[in-house]
């Protein structure tokens, strides 16, 4: 066994594109530390995420995203909107299922929820979470299950779990 190089990875990547089907996007509701954007934003960029909508939050562009993202937003497309409920509304006409990543009385388990071909999964702001008036509007809501004694994640972790299981659902066999 060996580690991959350069050439190596290119063509593991490249069959696991193939592999995949269906849209993923996001939908930031003020998600604020620019560190935490960053980290974002390169998970959403490694994960091949279709859009970002930006609502009342650090937008890619920034100086300190850049830090933690690594030049990666170049790979991605966003759009800043003013609310949660307009990010959704425009993830809805474009086609996704919005799925809110929350911890709240009737959100399921993620890797139970009804994602569908095409979904948006909504981030909340590190402290306060998803919005009411965007969890008001969004198909479904899910729940990341932990084990341990500390009841919530950092909002990157959470994010990179969630991209996953979204992606992982799209892997044909």
């Known amino acids: 066994m060996s580690q991959l190089d350069g050439t190596g990875m290119k063509r593991l990547h490249r069959e696991w594109r193939r592999r995949t089907t269906g849209r993923v996007a996001l939908i930031l509701d003020g998600v604020q530390n620019p560190f935490n954007v960053g980290s974002i934003v390169r998970t959403a960029a490694a994960e091949r995420i279709d859009h970002i909508w930006i609502a009342g939050g650090t937008p890619p562009s920034h100086d ?5 993202a690594l030049g990666t937003a170049r790979f991605l497309t966003w759009t800043e909107v ?3 409920p307009e990010a959704v509304a425009a993830a809805s006409n474009s086609g996704y299922r919005t799925i809110a ?13 009804e994602m569908g071909t095409d979904v948006a999964l909504v981030i909340g702001h590190e402290d306060r979470g998803v919005t009411p008036a965007t969890l008001a509007v969004c198909d479904a809501v899910a729940f990341i299950p932990q084990l341990g004694k500390v009841g919530s994640l950092n909002v990157a972790a959470a994010t990179s779990i969630a991209i996953y299981e979204a992606r992982r659902r799209a892997w044909s066999t």
């Open 64 to 68: 300190k995203v850049n830090k933690t």
């Open 82 to 84: 003013d609310t949660g």
């Open 101 to 113: 990543v929350e911890l709240t009385t009737d959100a399921v388990p993620i890797h139970e929820v």
